[in-house]
C-alpha cells in the first residue's frame, strides 16, 4: 500500500474510527519491527562489499549486455534565481562524501562480484551555456540535450555512477540535470537527493555549514545485512509463501502485439500520457470508502479487467514497485532499496467488478506483508525458465505514485522539477498512475519492438471507459463492462451502417446475362436445361468435378440458370474426402469432364459430361427455375483441420450484396481484366468468377495447376495486361521473387 493510499483511507475514518484502527495496527507494527535485525555499521577500513540481492541482478543485465542506459535513473530541475556555481559544486561533493552509493564501482572477482567504495572527490557539474539561441527556444534545446543525456550508458567498473550537467538558459535561469545508475540508486533516492541539494545548497549559500546530520550507515552495510538476514529460516519462510502464491502461473502474458516478439527484447519505449479528472478521481474515492478499497486497488482491478479483455487470460501477474524502506535508519539514504512485487490475480468465472476488485485486495494484502524477499531472490529460488525476450514472472507492470515533488522556493532560488523523456520502457507496458492537483495523471509506458502509439492509445481509452463504467455500476461483470471510448462507439456504427439500395430481385444469373457475353449464357441455359430435365431446380445441391476452364465457368453459370447450388468437387482431393463430400450432400447430379471420372469415387449420382459444353450452339432464352435470391448458391466444404468437413452454403442475395459493394468500392470496368486462379473449392474464386461477368469486365482464366506457379503467373498476368488479381500473403511473396515483374506494373 502507497503512503498515499493510506493517508486517502485514513482520512475518511472518523475520529473513532482512526483511533480503533492506530490501536489496532500499532501493535504488529511494533512486533514485525523489533523482527528484523537492524543494519549494522561496517567496521572501519572495509572498502569492499556485498553486492545486495537487487544489484547483483543489474550487475548481470549488464554483463549480458541487457541493462545500458535503461537502467539510468534520472531528474531535471529547473533552477530560478541567481545561481552560486560554487555553493552548489560543494552541494553535490558534500552529496557524494555522505552517500557512499555515489561513489561506489563493482568489480567481479574470482569469489563474485563486490561493490568498492572510493574516497571522496570533488563534483564539478558540467556547464552547458544555451544563451545564444533565441530565448524562447532554450529550454526545449536543454530538454533535448537532456533526453540525450540521459540515454548515455555508465561504466559499473569505473566507478563514478553519478554525474550532473547544467544547462544555462539565460542569466538567472538553468537547467539542471542529474543522472544516476540505477544500481546506486531508485525513484525515493531521487527524492533523497534533491533534498539534500536544497538544504545544504541553502547553508552553503549563505556561508553556513551543512545542516544534515550525519547518516548511522551506508547502503553497503545494507547490502551486508541482507544477505545475511535472508537467509536460513526467514528466507525459507518468505520464498514459501511466494513459491505457494505463484505455483502454476503463466511465465507469459500473451498480449496483442503490433508486431512478433524480438527473440532479445530492447527497451526502446514511448510513453501515452492522459488525465483522468477531477470528477472521476473524486468518484473513484467515493468508491475506495464504499467497498473498504484503496485507490491502488481499485485502479489494479479495472488494469486486471482491460488485460483480460485484451487477452483473453483468467490468471494474471502484474508486477508492481515498492519503496521498501522498511527501516528508519535507511529512509535518507541514496541506494537501490525499490522491490518489485507479483501480484497474482484471478479474474476467472467473469466475476463482477465488485468481486474482482475483493480478489485483487486480498492478493495485494498478501503481497505486501511478504513483501521483504527481494524480487531478484524470488527469481533465483523459483528459477521460472528464461528467455531473453521477456522479463521474467511478469511483462506488465503497475505504479501508483505519490504526489509529485511541488516547487522548492530557497531565499533566493526556486527549483521546479521537469520531465525529460528517455525514450525506454523496462517492462511490455507500465500503467503508472499519479494523483495530481487535476485528477489523475496516468501514463502509458510501452515498448516500441511491440506496441504502436494508436494501439497504446485505444488501450488507454479503453482503461478509462471501463474504470468509469465499473466504479457506477460494479454489480456488472467484467465481459458487460465497456471498453470503446465514444469515438470508437461513432466510428464503429460508421463501419456497421452499411445499408445500401442494392437491387433485391434480380438473382446473380439474371444480373450476369444482363452484361456476359450472350454465347456464354446461352451456353450456360443450354446445359441448364438438361439439369432442369435431370430435377435440378432451387435448393437441389449439383456437384461440380473440373478443372480450371471455360468449361468450369459454363458449368456454374448452369447450375445457377437451372436454380440450384454448385458444389465445387476437387479432382485434386482425396478419394475419401470427394467421397464424404458426396455422401454428405447426397447430390443428386454431378457434372465432370470425360478426363476426371476417375478420380471421383463410387456414387449413385447423375453424371453430365462437360465436354464441348462451351462450343458454340444457337440462343437459348431465359429459364424459368422459380429460384429466388434468398435460395442458395454454392456449397463449399472447410479443410476439416479442426475435425470433419463442414458444408458452408451461401444464398445468391449473399453474393450479390457482395459483389455490388466490390463495384461501388472498386469500381470495375468494361476495360478491365481479371485474373481468376484460385481453386473453385475457395470461396474467394466466387467473386472471381462472377465479379467481371456481371460487370462486363473480361475474366481471364489460368490454366490448371496455375495458381501454384509464380512464373506462369507473372508471365500470364503481364500477357493478358492483368488489372485485377488476390493473392494471399505467402503467394504474393513468390511472385514478388520473380526475376522480371517489369511487364506486370500498371
Known amino acids: 500500500m502507497s503512503v498515499s493510499d493510506l493517508s486517502q483511507r485514513l482520512a475518511s475514518l472518523s475520529p473513532e474510527q482512526r483511533k480503533l484502527f492506530e490501536l489496532r495496527m500499532k501493535r504488529p507494527q511494533e512486533e514485525a519491527e523489533a523482527a528484523r535485525p537492524r543494519p549494522l555499521p561496517r567496521a572501519e577500513g572495509e572498502s569492499a562489499f556485498p553486492l545486495s540481492f537487487a544489484q547483483q541482478r543489474l550487475w548481470l543485465l549488464?554483463?549480458?549486455?541487457?541493462?545500458?542506459?535503461?537502467?539510468?535513473?534520472?531528474?531535471?530541475?529547473?533552477?530560478?534565481?541567481?545561481?552560486?556555481l560554487g555553493a552548489l559544486g560543494r552541494c553535490l561533493s558534500e552529496i557524494a562524501r555522505r552517500q557512499e552509493s555515489l561513489r561506489t564501482r563493482f568489480e567481479e572477482r574470482p569469489d563474485g562480484a563486490v561493490q568498492v567504495i572510493e574516497p571522496p572527490r570533488p563534483v564539478v557539474p558540467s556547464l552547458v551555456d544555451l544563451r545564444a539561441l533565441p530565448e524562447e527556444e532554450r529550454e526545449a534545446e536543454a530538454l533535448r540535450r537532456a533526453a540525450l543525456e540521459v540515454q548515455e550508458p555508465f561504466d559499473l567498473g569505473q566507478g563514478a555512477l553519478f554525474r550532473a550537467t547544467l544547462y544555462r538558459t539565460g542569466t538567472e535561469r538553468h537547467v539542471m540535470l542529474v543522472v544516476l545508475h540505477h544500481i546506486v540508486s531508485d525513484g525515493w533516492s531521487m527524492g533523497v537527493l534533491l533534498g539534500e541539494i536544497t538544504a545544504l545548497y541553502e547553508a552553503f549559500s549563505g556561508g553556513l555549514p551543512s545542516p544534515l546530520p550525519g547518516l548511522p550507515v551506508q547502503y553497503a552495510d545494507f547490502a551486508v545485512w541482507q544477505r545475511r538476514w535472508l537467509s536460513g529460516d526467514e528466507?525459507?519462510?518468505?520464498?514459501?509463501?511466494?513459491?505457494?502464491?505463484?505455483?502454476?502461473?503463466?511465465?507469459?502474458?500473451?498480449l496483442p502485439t503490433d508486431r512478433p516478439r524480438p527473440p532479445v527484447q530492447s527497451?526502446?519505449?514511448?510513453?501515452?500520457?492522459?488525465?483522468?479528472?477531477?470528477?472521476?478521481?473524486?468518484?473513484?474515492?467515493?468508491?475506495?470508502?464504499?467497498?473498504?478499497?484503496?485507490?491502488?486497488?481499485?485502479?489494479?482491478?479495472?488494469?486486471?479487467?482491460?488485460?483480460h479483455r485484451s487477452t483473453h487470460a483468467a490468471d494474471l501477474v502484474v508486477g508492481t514497485p515498492i519503496a521498501n524502506r522498511t527501516r528508519t535508519e535507511i529512509e535518507k539514504l541514496i541506494g537501490f532499496f525499490v522491490n518489485t512485487l507479483a501480484l497474482r490475480v484471478d479474474v476467472s468465472g467473469d466475476p463482477t467488478f465488485s468481486e474482482l476488485a475483493a480478489r485483487v485486495r486480498e492478493a495485494a494484502v498478501g503481497a505486501f506483508s511478504h513483501q521483504d524477499l527481494p524480487f531478484e531472490k524470488l527469481v533465483d529460488e523459483l528459477k521460472p525458465e528464461r528467455s531473453r525476450s521477456h522479463a521474467p514472472v511478469f511483462q506488465v507492470l503497475f505504479n501508483l505514485q505519490n504526489a509529485p515533488m511541488p516547487p522548492v522556493r530557497l531565499s533566493r532560488l526556486t527549483l521546479t522539477p521537469l520531465e525529460v523523456e528517455d525514450g525506454s520502457a523496462k517492462f511490455d507496458f507500465t500503467l503508472g498512475v499519479q494523483e495530481v492537483e487535476g485528477g489523475l495523471d496516468v501514463r502509458w509506458l510501452y515498448k516500441l519492438d511491440l506496441f504502436d502509439p494508436p494501439t497504446m492509445a485505444r488501450l488507454a481509452g479503453h482503461f478509462e471507459?471501463?474504470?468509469?463504467?465499473?466504479?457506477?455500476?460494479?454489480?456488472?461483470?467484467?465481459?458487460?463492462?465497456?471498453?470503446?471510448?465514444?469515438?470508437?462507439?461513432?466510428?464503429?456504427?460508421?463501419?456497421?451502417a452499411t445499408g445500401a439500395a442494392y437491387p433485391v430481385e434480380p438473382c446473380l444469373h439474371e444480373l450476369i446475362a444482363a452484361q456476359a457475353d450472350r454465347e456464354l449464357v446461352s451456353a450456360a441455359r443450354r446445359l441448364a436445361l438438361r439439369l432442369r430435365d435431370l430435377g435440378v431446380?432451387?435448393?437441389?445441391?449439383?456437384?461440380?468435378?473440373?478443372?480450371?476452364?471455360?468449361?468450369?465457368?459454363?458449368?456454374?453459370?448452369?447450375?445457377?440458370?437451372?436454380?440450384?447450388?454448385?458444389?465445387?468437387?476437387?479432382?485434386?482431393?482425396?478419394?475419401?474426402?470427394?467421397?464424404?463430400?458426396?455422401?454428405?450432400?447426397?447430390?443428386?447430379?454431378?457434372?465432370?469432364?470425360?478426363?476426371?471420372?476417375?478420380?471421383?469415387?463410387?456414387?449413385?449420382?447423375?453424371?453430365?459430361?462437360?465436354?464441348?459444353?462451351?462450343?458454340?450452339?444457337?440462343?437459348?432464352?431465359?429459364?424459368?427455375?422459380?429460384?429466388?435470391?434468398?435460395?442458395?448458391?454454392?456449397?463449399?466444404?472447410?479443410?476439416?483441420?479442426?475435425?470433419?468437413?463442414?458444408?458452408?452454403?451461401?444464398?445468391?442475395?449473399?453474393?450479390?450484396?457482395?459483389?455490388?459493394?466490390?463495384?461501388?468500392?472498386?469500381?470495375?470496368?468494361?476495360?478491365?481484366?481479371?485474373?481468376?486462379?484460385?481453386?473453385?473449392?475457395?470461396?474467394v474464386s466466387v467473386w472471381e468468377f462472377f465479379w467481371p461477368l456481371l460487370t462486363g469486365a473480361c475474366l481471364v482464366v489460368a490454366r490448371p495447376e496455375g495458381h501454384r506457379d509464380s512464373a506462369y503467373l507473372a508471365e500470364l498476368i503481364a500477357r493478358e495486361r492483368i488489372t485485377t488479381v488476390h493473392f494471399v500473403?505467402?503467394?504474393?511473396?513468390?511472385?514478388?521473387?520473380?526475376?522480371?515483374?517489369s511487364g506486370c506494373s500498371a
Open 465 to 496: 471507459t471501463l474504470l468509469a463504467v465499473a466504479i457506477e455500476a460494479p454489480e456488472r461483470r467484467i465481459s458487460e463492462l465497456p471498453l470503446l471510448t465514444a469515438a470508437e462507439e461513432e466510428q464503429l456504427r460508421e463501419w456497421n
Open 729 to 741: 500473403p505467402s503467394m504474393l511473396r513468390a511472385l514478388l521473387e520473380e526475376p522480371d515483374l
Open 267 to 307: 527497451f526502446r519505449g514511448a510513453r501515452c500520457s492522459r488525465l483522468l479528472g477531477r470528477g472521476l478521481s473524486d468518484a473513484l474515492a467515493a468508491f475506495g470508502r464504499r467497498e473498504s478499497l484503496t485507490l491502488f486497488m481499485t485502479l489494479l482491478a479495472a488494469f486486471s479487467a482491460v488485460l
Open 62 to 84: 549488464e554483463r549480458m549486455g541487457m541493462g545500458g542506459a535503461a537502467y539510468n535513473v534520472f531528474q531535471a530541475v529547473r533552477l530560478d534565481g541567481p545561481l552560486d
Open 235 to 254: 528466507l525459507v519462510r518468505q520464498v514459501g509463501y511466494w513459491r505457494q502464491r505463484l505455483e502454476g502461473a503463466p511465465a507469459l502474458l500473451e
Open 537 to 683: 431446380g432451387p435448393e437441389v445441391p449439383v456437384g461440380v468435378c473440373a478443372e480450371r476452364s471455360p468449361e468450369m465457368v459454363v458449368a456454374l453459370l448452369a447450375v445457377l440458370e437451372a436454380g440450384g447450388a454448385y458444389l465445387p468437387l476437387d479432382p485434386d482431393y482425396p478419394q475419401d474426402r470427394l467421397a464424404f463430400m458426396l455422401a454428405d450432400s447426397a447430390v443428386p447430379v454431378v457434372l465432370a469432364q470425360e478426363r476426371l471420372l476417375d478420380r471421383l469415387p463410387e456414387h449413385g449420382a447423375r453424371v453430365v459430361l462437360l465436354d464441348g459444353v462451351a462450343s458454340p450452339g444457337p440462343e437459348a432464352g431465359a429459364i424459368a427455375s422459380g429460384v429466388r435470391p434468398e435460395n442458395l448458391a454454392y456449397v463449399i466444404y472447410t479443410s476439416g483441420s479442426t475435425g470433419r468437413p463442414k458444408g458452408t452454403m451461401n444464398t445468391l442475395r449473399g453474393i450479390v450484396n457482395r459483389l455490388l459493394w466490390m463495384q461501388s468500392a472498386y469500381g470495375l470496368g468494361a476495360t478491365d481484366r481479371v485474373l481468376q486462379k484460385t481453386p473453385f473449392s475457395f470461396d
